[in-house]
């Protein structure tokens, strides 16, 4: 029997966390801009407008795409009511150096065409000329964009709410929904809080604290109770609703100046929008701690927080090295629990709860581990001070136990000893 094989498998069982820079901060590509049209379609404007921030090669107006972060995932964003989607440019700036196609949907700007049910079509048009721009050789996003590519969509306000209505019972055009602030009712009709219930996709719902223009409990609260799971809920302490934009506007006398400055704001809103994206569009496991983990329950600049992420994930926290002590945690509803399966090897075996990732001859079996209210549940694992297991690499997956019965894996998390 080898070393390995003759260790008790809790006692070597480790993992890095797979350290991530901050969500908030910039990542690895100059983010480019440029203006373009697309054609719109029918109940929206003729011509939809639109800002595009981009990875690039560099910085700048009309710079040369990126191909390195192609097929890029796409972010397509409404503006407040009778605002200027440029006021938005930082947060849309952020998510082109994360390799984003992040567009601001530039129609409805004014106080006399704040049309909601014209800008839903517009944000939806959005998504289709981009699937246009993406394949069109001559186009500046050529080869950027997936025939089929969805896009997440967001919006602040007025335009949060166009964002839920464009993306309900849409998900094949929209993947995912980041409603800042969103407004409760329409005064064009739109039953937003209808859409809202008939979500197929992810949703984050960001309000702030002390906002007064749209009151979290009258209309935050009751669209995240709306909304089907996997859902998550942040406000933002001491945040107001007129700094969801980084640029001065209208709004900003609308009401008192919040206790967090505007740069607090929106590294907050670039922390979880961009953690929630990397998880729901990209796949990245790594985000889920800053998204609704131990590192997210911990943060003292959200005055609320609630998750009800009925996915079936699992990722890990802690550093990962010999003496320490990690900690693994599986997703799922409140209630529900998780066994942890350990292997010494990989496989991709079809089952009919998903593919199993890891080796049946060499798992062990770890739990079962309790999902708590927070959408996850931990299990800590003590790492012994021995170096013979640095560079150990272990393939563990989560068996969620479904509350409607049966069961699913998660996704594979690669557990190493440092």
């Known amino acids: 029997m080898t070393r390995f094989a003759s260790l008790a498998l809790p006692l070597f069982l480790a993992a890095t966390a797979c350290a991530q820079s901050l969500p908030e901060l910039d990542g690895p590509y100059p983010a480019g801009f440029r203006n373009l049209s697309v054609p719109g379609i029918a109940g929206g404007n003729a011509t939809v407008a639109l800002r595009v921030h981009y990875p690039a090669r560099q910085a700048g107006t009309n710079a040369p795409l990126d191909l390195a972060a192609a097929p890029c995932p796409l972010v397509v964003f409404g503006h407040g009511f009778s605002l200027q989607v440029s006021i938005y440019d930082s947060l849309l700036r952020h998510l082109a150096t994360q390799g984003w196609i992040a567009v601001g949907v530039a129609t409805e700007e004014g106080l006399a065409t704040g049309n909601l049910p014209r800008y839903v079509q517009d944000l939806r048009a959005a998504v289709l000329g981009l699937r246009a721009l993406g394949a069109d050789p001559l186009s500046p996003l050529a080869g950027a964009v997936a025939a089929n590519a969805r896009a997440a969509a967001m919006g602040h306000s007025f ?49 702030a604290s002390q906002d007064t223009i749209v009151p979290p409990n009258a209309n935050l609260d009751p669209l995240y109770a709306l909304a089907p799971a996997p859902k998550r809920l942040i406000e933002l302490r001491g945040g107001v609703h007129s700094y969801f934009h980084e640029a001065w506007a209208i709004d900003r006398l609308l009401e008192p100046a919040g206790s967090i400055s505007v740069a607090e704001q929106q590294r907050l809103q670039r922390r979880y929008g961009h953690a929630f994206l990397r998880v729901v569009q990209r796949g990245d496991a790594r985000y889920l701690d800053f998204l609704l983990g131990p590192t997210a329950l911990a943060d003292g600049a959200l005055s609320r927080q609630s998750a009800h992420w009925s996915r079936s994930e699992l990722f890990a926290t802690g550093s990962g090295a010999i003496g320490s002590t990690l900690s693994l945690h599986p997703l799922g509803a409140s209630g529900e629990s998780a066994l942890l399966l350990v292997a010494a090897s990989e496989a991709a075996i079809p089952t009919p709860f998903g593919t199993l990732r890891v080796d049946p001859l060499s798992t062990v079996t770890l739990g079962p581990v309790a999902i708590a209210a927070s959408s996850f549940g931990t299990l800590g694992v003590a790492i012994p001070n021995d170096p013979f297991l640095q560079g150990l690499v272990v393939p563990t997956q989560a068996l969620r136990a479904l509350t409607a019965g049966g069961f699913e894996l998660s996704n594979l998390w690669r557990v190493r000893v440092l």
């Open 159 to 207: 335009g949060g709410a166009a964002s839920l209505v464009a993306a309900s019972g849409r998900a094949d055009l929209f993947v995912a929904v980041i409603p800042l602030a969103a407004t409760l009712s329409s005064p064009q009709g739109v039953d937003i809080q209808a859409a809202t219930a008939a979500l197929l996709v992810p949703s984050l719902h960001v309000g």
